[in-house]
């Protein structure tokens, strides 16, 4: 197997307000798009986010059991303390500080305006601990 992409997709109430969250704090810029859709790209990797209007037909208890819960689009950065400090100056609201896991990760988490949970990640190694790479 090949993968040459990774795309996340992603059911929302308004499309447009997901789109201006990711593309304005974010970095992220429309490669697709169409009446109810929107696919996302950034210039410095290969994975997307598609962003899809739910089907008003389609009720929430009719998608009960299908799907997964607690879902999070994660984007590991460099240097998160600079892009929490962007963040603020932007205006977007995140929800908290930056939060130092055990493991050696520090965490940011946002939320757009459709609930959609965005973690920004540094992996920082805890005392001791060997250096990671990435791949």
Request: glycine share 6%; with cysteine; hydrophobic share 35%.
């Amino acid at each position: 197997m090949n993968v040459v992409t990774t795309k996340v997709s992603l059911t929302v109430d308004d499309v447009d307000a997901s789109s201006r969250f990711f593309t304005t704090h974010l970095g992220f810029h429309e490669v697709e798009s169409a009446e109810g859709y929107v696919c996302l790209r950034r210039d410095d990797t290969s994975a997307e986010i598609a962003l899809s209007e739910r089907d008003p037909e389609q009720s929430p208890r009719a998608w009960r059991g299908q799907g997964l819960a607690d879902v999070a689009v994660t984007l590991t950065v460099t240097d998160l303390t600079a892009e929490y400090e962007r963040l603020r100056r932007e205006g977007a609201v995140t929800d908290g500080s930056i939060r130092q896991e055990p493991w050696g990760e520090q965490l940011l988490q946002l939320t757009d305006p459709n609930g959609v949970v965005v973690q920004l990640t540094e992996w920082v190694p805890p005392a001791g601990a060997p250096e990671r790479t990435s791949s």
